[in-house]
């Protein structure tokens, strides 16, 4: 191994701890419901908002769809907060609120059917290189017609960006497969399975590669042990570019079968399964603690909104979300009561937005908010798209959505996180979305970072103040959010309102309407 390739492995091995220093300099795991002048980190000063305005106050319960990979409803903290469709008799095998989907008691799942459910999934580039390589078969540059060469150029493009993914993928997997025989490979030698910080520290390294991994595993080990830090920073890395190679950008890879419906019928709307939970529920587990964890318990975490019912509605798989399931997902959601949607997914390609744009018409014509996270690729969405998105095929908006960035504790140049996705005219405010500590399937807790962690801060923060004053509608409580956000130096050139969310600010605005 040459200078340069050490250089790069020894840059993978601290890319693997990133998550993990976040967090250990955040310090308060409850970081983003406090206040900055009081605790000197960029919350949203919600216990300071419980504390001084909503004492004594009463509040109504709202419903929030958590648009998701599916929430482990009997965790500790959120078992209580779960939506239940009262309506619908568990385990009867007929649908008995005639809505068209059989038990759906907790929610609904739209990646599943009768033999089981979708977990590993292709993205959106991937399907549609894969639709219009079976209609651009025969063609060539010569012999396409004229009608069809925008739609060719197009595939030619979308090709061409598939293959530059393939191969990324493929070399970060190589990379972080060392870094991840390395790290076991210290183990092994030491002998242990789960080495202490002793262990490491009195351990003989040979060569730089070993010396650069006992260097991370030394600061790692300071603040959590071996097992934690390789199956919450090593592994899932591996796993990542494992699953981009072998699954996501896989063109003979398609796990749709197993659902049973047309994948070519975006207006299909009856079909999946009553898990709501899924095979993965890590993701949504965590969005949903966020947003209302509950918070007169005394275990794990207080969510920002202490009056809500979370209904689980499972649309997102590992890859990119179809359509199809946004559509219906949101359409689901909005017919069973929800009055704030949390979509904290999104890609940058779109199969048919037709279908998702009439959702989302529909949910704003029935007085929905919709919170969608901006992305975490550090673009800039006044030049790329992020899908969904709020603008429509006609060029005019959805009035009752924000797109949401991520931030961090830090009253500085360091505010942005810096994956987070940003734009002046398309990202509407920034919320902590950096070392949030939330609910984790299987009765646990972690720290996770990303825009899908600040869109549900902001989701929790809509139904709080939908909650307290429940005859607002939502595109006031858009503006109230809006209006009422902790103005930064740092976001004012990358966002509409260049500020971070702020529960006081919004709730003492939502008074005076």
């Not at 482990?72 to 939506?83: P, Q, R």
């Not at 190589?174 to 210290?186: I, L, P, T, W, Y």
């Not at 991520?406 to 002046?424: E, H, I, V, W």
């Not at 209006?483 to 003492?508: F, H, P, R, W």
Request: glycine share 8%; net charge neutral.
């Amino acid at each position: 191994m040459n200078k340069n390739q050490i250089k790069r492995f020894v840059a993978f091995a601290l890319l693997a701890t990133a998550p993990f220093i976040a967090s250990a300099q955040s310090q308060k795991k409850n970081w983003y419901n406090l206040d900055l002048k009081t605790d000197s980190v960029f919350g949203i000063s919600t216990e300071k908002a419980y504390t001084e305005l909503l004492k004594g106050k009463k509040s109504s319960t709202v419903i929030v769809g958590i648009l998701d990979s599916g929430v482990d409803g009997v965790h500790e903290d959120l078992k209580s907060v779960m939506w239940v469709n009262k309506k619908e008799k568990a385990g009867n095998g007929k649908d008995d609120d005639k809505n068209g989907y059989i038990d759906d008691v907790n929610g609904w799942s739209f990646l599943g059917g009768k033999d089981g459910n979708v977990n590993q999934e292709t993205l959106e580039i991937t399907r549609l290189v894969r639709r219009d390589a079976a209609r651009f078969a025969n063609v060539t540059e010569e012999n396409v017609a004229a009608a069809d060469r925008k739609a060719f150029e197009t595939y030619l493009a979308n090709k061409k960006e598939l293959q530059k993914g393939l191969d990324k993928a493929k070399a970060n997997l190589q990379r972080f497969e060392s870094v991840k025989n390395a790290v076991e490979g210290v183990a092994k030698k030491i002998g242990k399975e789960n080495p202490t910080l002793d262990d490491i520290k009195n351990f003989t390294a040979e060569g730089q590669i070993e010396n650069s991994i006992k260097n991370t595993l030394i600061r790692a080990l300071a603040n959590m042990d071996y097992k934690t830090f390789y199956e919450t920073q090593i592994k899932p890395g591996y796993d990542h570019y494992y699953d981009q190679v072998n699954y996501n950008y896989n063109l003979t890879f398609n796990p749709r079968n197993i659902v049973g419906d047309n994948e070519n019928n975006s207006n299909e709307r009856i079909y999946g399964n009553a898990d709501s939970k899924g095979p993965d529920p890590s993701h949504g587990t965590h969005v949903a603690g966020i947003v209302g964890a509950d918070r007169k318990n005394t275990l794990g975490i207080n969510g920002v909104a202490d009056n809500v019912l979370l209904m689980a509605v499972r649309n997102v798989p590992n890859g990119d979300e179809r359509d199809k399931d946004v559509a219906n997902a949101i359409r689901y959601a909005v017919d069973n009561g929800a009055k704030v949607l949390n979509m904290s997914f999104g890609k940058a390609y779109s199969w048919d937005k037709k279908v998702v744009d009439d959702a989302v018409k529909y949910a704003v014509s029935k007085d929905v908010l919709l919170v969608h996270a901006a992305g975490n690729d550090n673009k800039n969405l006044d030049v790329d798209t992020n899908f969904p998105t709020n603008k429509y095929e006609d060029g005019t908006l959805a009035d009752a959505w924000l797109t949401v960035g991520a931030s961090t504790p830090y009253n500085d140049n360091r505010l942005k996180a810096s994956f987070s996705n940003y734009g002046k005219t398309t990202v509407d405010v920034f919320a902590p979305g950096f070392a949030i500590y939330s609910t984790y399937p299987d009765q646990k807790y972690q720290d996770n970072n990303g825009t899908s962690m600040a869109s549900p801060v902001v989701a929790g923060l809509a139904a709080l103040i939908r909650s307290y004053y429940p005859k607002l509608k939502a595109v006031q409580v858009k503006e109230i959010i809006m209006k009422s956000v902790e103005k930064a130096d740092a976001l004012k050139d990358i966002s509409v309102t260049g500020g971070v969310v702020n529960a006081y600010n919004a709730l003492k605005l939502a008074a005076t309407y």
